[in-house]
């Protein structure tokens, strides 16, 4: 015999129930007053209590007791209004162990009964650990948020574009005292400009770059050095989209440790070397330039003689041998040959320093520092207006020291006369295309249009008084900015 077919209807509630029985989320049904009338299986397996122990109780059995008032108040009030309420409570199991509680309340309506609530429909699962989780997690944060605002050390994150999307206090500090928007940018700019290649690769590899020195000037301050360190982290994409994908994004992370106490140590010592390199450097160098003077002086009369005796050889012909006058003139050329030979080789040699990377904010503070005495003396101010961090250019930086020193120089003589109010020195260092353009101002009287060219000639003054070396300081200046090569500098 066939067995009964179901009606649909009864077949239905049949399913409904062995849902609601087989549910892995504790399902409770209670009257009006919060008595319950029905658990299921999830809920005993989860509060400890079997079904008859809590039918006919009230849902106030779960409480902890420590929930606060008014999350219930609004528990009610929601359902009151016939809203279904979700939130989190603290519930007690039977053996009196507490658990957090994700519960959704929904007023039953049946068609019966449209305009009042019969029944109430709970529906919770144990958020225990998934609580406990966002707790760590907040706790992590909060952890690393305030090491991160505490440590001495500046820290940004940016973004594949170059955003800075978190900082720390001291890294605002840095903005604020250095006055300039995004440090993270000029400690970028400065290593892609002065490593090249290497951090082009670093870059692309997502390699960490640790510990590159990085120095941040500022008007009316004392220069700042950072060791700076760039390292990247992936972050993984949260929404849902990437659940099953792999989608992150890398973000960078800089470090910026101030070194500037130990920088300025060595500062001082590298100061007092260079002071003393200098000393017996322009001791030399005034040689060079009297000896060159003498030389020069030499070269015209010793040029005369050399034409008048090769006049008087080709006069006296063959006798010119035995001829007094020929011999006395050719006497003279060799001996005036002779001293401008003497002299030469008199001369102390150039010092050749190694070309390298040299950080010209740094060159023209030197020479402010080596030249305080004779500003101050001279009454004159300085404006000093570095570009916040410079890219390196290539050079002999004693002999740019000795360039940017002698335009100082010439500017603290052009000021320092009786009766010249206006007296300031201007300095500049600004950058464009990664090329770095320096600016010597001064409020002097300025050179006159028609000996601007004329002044970087060699023994070329403007000055009546003659000194050894007098007027060789613009010519030397330009040679620096543009050295000669050395095939024509070895020429005699
Ligand atoms: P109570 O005096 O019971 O309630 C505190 C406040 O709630 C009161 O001041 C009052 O404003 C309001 N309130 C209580 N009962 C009513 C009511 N019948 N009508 C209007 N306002 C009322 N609580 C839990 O702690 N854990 C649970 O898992 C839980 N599940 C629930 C499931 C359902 C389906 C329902 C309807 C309620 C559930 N509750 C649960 C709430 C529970 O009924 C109690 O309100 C709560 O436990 C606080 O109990 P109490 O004795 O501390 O304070």
Not at 370 to 391: F, K
Not at 419 to 432: D, F, H, I, M, N
Request: charged share 25%; proline share 6%.
């Amino acid at each position: 015999m066939p067995a009964p077919v179901p009606t649909p209807t009864i077949f239905a509630d049949a399913i409904f129930h062995y849902a609601v029985e087989q549910s892995a989320i504790a399902i409770s049904i209670t009257d009006q007053h919060a008595n319950i009338l029905y658990v299921n299986p999830a809920f005993c397996a989860i509060t400890g209590y079997a079904a008859h122990e809590v039918v006919g109780h009230k849902q106030s059995l779960l409480s902890y007791k420590s929930t606060p008032k008014v999350v219930y108040q609004e528990l009610w009030g929601a359902l009151k209004k016939g809203r279904s309420w979700t939130g989190r409570l603290l519930n007690r199991r039977r053996d009196g162990s507490p658990y957090v509680a994700e519960l959704t309340v929904t007023p039953l309506k049946t068609p019966e009964h449209e305009d009042e609530d019969i029944n109430y429909l709970g529906m919770h699962w144990d958020a225990t650990e998934e609580h406990r989780l966002s707790r760590q997690l907040a706790n992590h944060k909060q952890l690393i948020e305030s090491v991160i605002s505490v440590a001495p050390v500046a820290v940004a994150l940016l973004d594949v574009d170059g955003r800075v999307v978190l900082d720390n206090p001291a890294y605002k500090r840095i903005v604020a005292e250095m006055k300039v928007d995004e440090p993270a940018h000029a400690v970028i700019e400065s290593l892609r400009h002065n490593l090249g290649d290497s951090f082009e690769k670093a870059f692309a590899s997502r390699r960490a770059l640790l510990n590159q020195e990085v120095r941040f000037d500022r008007a009316g301050g004392e220069p700042r050095w950072y060791a700076c360190s760039l390292s990247w982290f992936e972050e993984h994409h949260t929404s849902p989209d990437a659940f099953y994908g792999d989608g992150c994004s890398d973000y960078m992370l800089l470090v910026m440790h101030d070194i500037s106490a130990s920088k300025r140590q060595q500062e001082a010592l590298r100061l007092a070397a260079m002071r003393a390199m200098l000393s017996e450097g322009e001791l030399n160098q005034s040689l060079r330039e009297a000896l060159a003077g003498a030389v020069f002086q030499l070269q015209g009369p010793v040029n005369l003689i050399s034409a008048a005796a090769g006049l008087q050889r080709r006069r006296a012909g063959p006798g010119a041998g035995s001829d007094p006058l020929a011999r006395a003139l050719s006497e003279a050329q060799r001996a005036g040959e002779e001293a401008i030979a003497t002299l030469q080789a008199a001369m102390p040699p150039e010092p050749e320093e190694p070309s390298g990377p040299v950080n010209l904010n740094e060159v023209l503070r030197d020479v402010l520092m080596l030249e305080t005495d004779a500003l101050l003396s001279a009454g004159i101010t300085v404006d000093w207006h570095p570009a916040h961090v410079l890219p390196t250019v290539q050079g002999d930086p004693t002999a740019l020291r000795t360039l940017f020193r002698q335009l100082v120089s010439n500017a603290i003589e052009a000021m320092n006369v009786r009766g010249w109010k206006e007296r300031a020195l201007v300095l500049r260092t600004s950058t464009q295309n990664g090329q770095v353009d320096v600016e010597v101002t001064d409020t002097g009287p300025g050179i006159p249009e028609a000996l601007r060219l004329k002044v970087f000639e060699p023994f070329f003054s403007t000055k009546k008084a003659r000194a050894a070396g007098r007027g060789v300081g613009l010519s030397l200046a330009q040679e620096i900015v543009n050295p000669p090569s050395r095939h024509a500098r070895d020429r005699p």
